[in-house]
Nanobody, 129 residues
Framework: QVQPVESGGGSVQAGGSLRLSCAAS??????????LAWFRQPPGREREGVAA????????YYADSVKGRFTLSQDNARNTLYLQMNSLKPEDTAMYYC????????????????????WGQGTQVTVSS
């Protein structure tokens, strides 16, 4: 199994940038074998899908709210997934989680939280106005 470990969260002003990392460095399984996704949970709200990348990294999916601002990438040598977040807004404030599942992402299915087998502990992102 793969155990995601997130890092890179912090506090920034609106318009700023952060890069989140999701590492599986201690896993004998490679991230390219999984659909990987970022979810976020704002205070008092349900967890929502932010972005996902297919096994092998050929296809990416983004929530409408982050399209054009957030970008997924992965470093296969480091077994790490990244989420570059630019033009951050106060409404991006949330706990961000990395998740993995061993099945295809699915174009309309990837935001389904119940489909993911493995979850990290989360990293907090706070954007001030």
């Amino acid at each position: 199994q793969v155990q995601p470990v997130e890092s890179g969260g912090g506090s920034v002003q609106a318009g700023g940038s952060l890069r989140l990392s999701c590492a599986a460095s201690k896993s004998r399984y490679h991230i390219s074998s999984y659909c990987l996704a970022w979810f976020r949970q704002p205070p008092g709200r349900e967890r929502e899908g932010v972005a996902a990348i297919s096994p092998g990294g050929s296809v990416t999916y983004y929530a409408d709210s982050v399209k054009g601002r957030f970008t997924l990438s992965q470093d296969n040598a480091r077994n790490t997934l990244y989420l570059q977040m630019n033009s951050l807004k106060p409404e991006d404030t949330a706990m961000y989680y990395c998740a993995a599942k061993s099945e295809p992402c699915g174009a309309g299915y990837w935001p389904n939280t119940q489909a993911y087998e493995y979850w990290g502990q989360g990293t907090q992102v706070t954007v001030s106005s």
